[in-house]
């Protein structure tokens, strides 16, 4: 899941919603190291280090120059990941496009 957001508000709102859309996908799945997670209260920041790349645009910069040094050339973008809002969406897409990819030109 990827969505640039304007600011740290947008962030939190982002961190929450796609984390709690995500736990509810994969504890419906059955999964067990997310049915875990999902009993208790979910550290949204932890699950963005480890599964998401939401953030401001500098900050969406950051994470996608960290994963290039492991290595990684390519990264699927799923900016509507659960139903977001389509200004959600918009706002993301908008953002990544004019923010983050001329980063990696």
Same mark, same amino acid.
């Given at each position: 899941?990827?969505?640039?957001?304007?600011?740290? %508000?947008?962030?939190? %709102?982002?961190?929450?919603?796609?984390?709690?859309?995500?736990? @509810? @996908? +994969?504890?419906?799945?059955?999964?067990?190291? /997310?049915? @875990? /997670?999902?009993?208790?209260?979910?550290? +949204?920041?932890?699950m963005n280090?480890?599964?998401?790349?939401?953030?401001?645009?500098?900050?969406?910069?950051?994470?996608?120059?960290? +994963?290039? %040094?492991?290595?990684?050339?390519h990264i699927?973008?799923?900016?509507?990941?659960?139903?977001?809002?389509?200004?959600?969406?918009?706002?993301?897409?908008?953002?990544?496009?004019?923010? /983050?990819?001329?980063?990696? @030109?």
């Amino acid at each position: 899941i990827v969505c640039t957001v304007p600011n740290k %508000q947008r962030k939190a %709102q982002a961190l929450k919603f796609f984390g709690d859309i995500f736990l @509810a @996908a +994969y504890s419906h799945w059955g999964h067990d190291n /997310v049915t @875990a /997670v999902d009993s208790g209260d979910p550290d +949204y920041d932890d699950m963005n280090r480890e599964l998401f790349i939401i953030g401001e645009p500098s900050e969406c910069i950051e994470r996608i120059q960290a +994963y290039e %040094q492991l290595g990684i050339g390519h990264i699927a973008c799923l900016m509507n990941f659960g139903g977001a809002e389509r200004a959600m969406a918009d706002q993301s897409l908008r953002l990544f496009g004019e923010k /983050v990819l001329p980063a990696f @030109a």
